[in-house]
């Protein structure tokens, strides 16, 4: 999976008013309370702030997941190469045979050798 691209929040007074513009532009129905901004500035900086800390944690668990889904996918391969194998010993005689269930002997090794 690839990284995903960290959304960021305005943190300059102009750019919070740029982005309160466009959105003044696109919702005018927002104008009248637009008025009573300037005395919640405060309450906007902590939602702002809440919500940034907010998205720093999502996208740690998010980072975290990608990491136990492709763990998870390493394991599974190894799974198939294991059933692979052990379906060409039980096949196999002999020697053969031998040599295919040590080579699942191995493969489970390195599997639960591996971080």
Known sequence: MGKR???TL?????????????VMELHP???HEHGH???HTHDVDELVHTIDV?????????????DKV?????????L?????VLAEALAAEGDERRRKLEE???????SLSSP
């Open 5 to 7: 691209m960290r959304m």
């Open 10 to 22: 305005p943190k300059r007074e102009e750019d919070l008013q740029k982005v309160v513009q466009e």
């Open 29 to 31: 129905e927002l104008a």
């Open 37 to 39: 901004e300037h005395h």
């Open 54 to 66: 907010l998205m720093d944690t999502v996208n740690t668990r998010l980072s975290e997941l990608e």
């Open 70 to 78: 492709t763990r998870l996918a390493q394991e599974t391969a190894t």
């Open 80 to 84: 198939y190469r294991l059933v692979g």
């Open 104 to 110: 699942a002997v191995r493969l489970l090794r390195e």
